[in-house]
């Protein structure tokens, strides 16, 4: 009985299919590994903008508020509003 020995090709075949396939089973657990964190900074990205959004659009709205009552249009000049409004938030002299 003989035995049969690979020929040096086969070998090197071989060789070459289990190092492919070890290097892919690493990277695909090295990006389930990630993607928890992946998933976690998308969200805390999309918080934060959708928090600055928001903050901006408010700024717009009080900015639109206080520019409606500074210049109301049922009075002449500025409204009684607008100069407390100003008494209130003018800067102070350092």
Do not use: C, Y
């Amino acid at each position: 009985m003989t035995t049969s020995t690979p020929l040096p090709d086969e070998e090197s075949w071989l060789k070459s299919i289990a190092t492919t396939t070890l290097q892919f089973v690493t990277t695909v657990n090295s990006i389930l590994r990630k993607s928890p964190a992946l998933i976690q900074t998308l969200q805390s990205t999309a918080v934060f903008w959708v928090s600055q959004v928001t903050g901006t659009l408010n700024q717009a709205n009080n900015l639109i508020n206080t520019m409606t009552d500074v210049f109301d249009s049922n009075h002449s000049g500025f409204s009684h509003r607008a100069i407390a409004v100003w008494r209130v938030t003018k800067p102070t002299r350092s």
